[in-house]
């Protein structure tokens, strides 16, 4: 009588053997639930920051573009109805014009200042202000508005240095929050000197997310921290609730990078000595 064949994967001692095969089955199995559920993750964290980058592309641009047309349509429907019916394409064209106010409301007021660069435009601005500074109330409202506006175009030249960004401890001791130096302090406030202090400076410090919004203050040179970021990077702080900060070291690497780019073109483009 033949013996049965023997199982050489059988131990007596520990009973039938689970063979290669069957624990890389298994293996196998583990390893693709542990990958099946890694990759729903994979998929949905790109997913989310495909859609938070296209989120903070289109989304600035967007609004950007809906502020602009917004106030284009408002200048339009401010000019438009001022125009002859002749220069208004509106009237005999199937689909109005966009812009043509705005155009028009530049071209208007660049006419303006040139003709107040002579004398007639001169005299004849002269005589509308005294007008206007002779009415009860509406002298009020027209010299708070003038001086506001030629504040604004003065600050906003190349040629003024005095407005600059700084900080200042308010509204307790070591808490410092962002103001604007529009210029020395002058008049009857310098004159008072209040604290003890002559040489004040005059800033505003704007509201948060408001910036138009705010106070004015009197302060000592002496407590004004002066920064080097710009106008509008202080601006971006305070609109954006202090989210958006300036990347100071991004900006001083790329000025090392111009400036050196810039030296090794010179030296390449120097003679050689003969």
């Known amino acids: ?22 624990a890389q089955l298994t293996a196998g199995l583990k390893r693709l639930a542990s990958d099946s559920g890694k990759t729903g993750w994979r998929l949905g964290s790109r997913f989310r920051n495909a859609f938070l980058t296209g989120l903070v592309i289109v989304g600035p641009v967007t609004i950007t573009l809906w502020i602009m047309w917004g106030v284009i349509h408002w200048i339009d429907a401010w000019i438009k109805p001022l125009l002859p019916i002749t220069f208004n394409p509106d009237t005999y064209l199937p689909f109005p014009v966009p812009g043509l106010g705005l155009v028009i409301a530049v071209l ?10 002579n004398l007639l435009g001169r005299t004849l601005v002269s005589s509308g202000e005294l007008m206007m500074s002779r009415t009860p109330i509406v002298r ?4 708070a508005l003038k001086q506001i506006f030629e504040s604004v175009i003065s600050t906003t030249g190349s040629n003024q240095s005095f407005q600059k960004v700084g900080m200042i401890e308010f509204p307790s001791k070591e808490i410092w929050s962002l103001v604007f130096v529009t210029g020395e302090t002058t008049g009857e406030i310098k004159d008072v000197k209040p604290g003890g202090e002559g040489d004040l400076l005059t800033v505003f410090m704007p509201t948060g997310i408001v910036p138009p919004t705010g106070f004015i203050c009197f302060v000592p040179r002496s407590n004004v921290v002066f920064l080097n970021m710009t106008v509008e990077e202080a601006a971006k702080i305070i609109l954006s609730g202090g989210i958006v900060m300036p990347d100071t070291e991004q900006e001083k690497l790329k000025r090392l990078a111009e400036a050196a780019q810039k030296k090794s073109r010179l030296r390449l483009g120097d003679k050689p000595p003969a």
């Open 1 to 22: 009588m033949v013996p049965p064949p023997v199982d050489p994967e059988f131990d007596p001692r520990r009973g039938p053997n689970v063979g290669p095969s069957n």
């Open 108 to 117: 208007g007021l660049t006419l303006i200042g040139a003709l107040a660069a």
């Open 140 to 143: 009020n409202v027209y010299g």
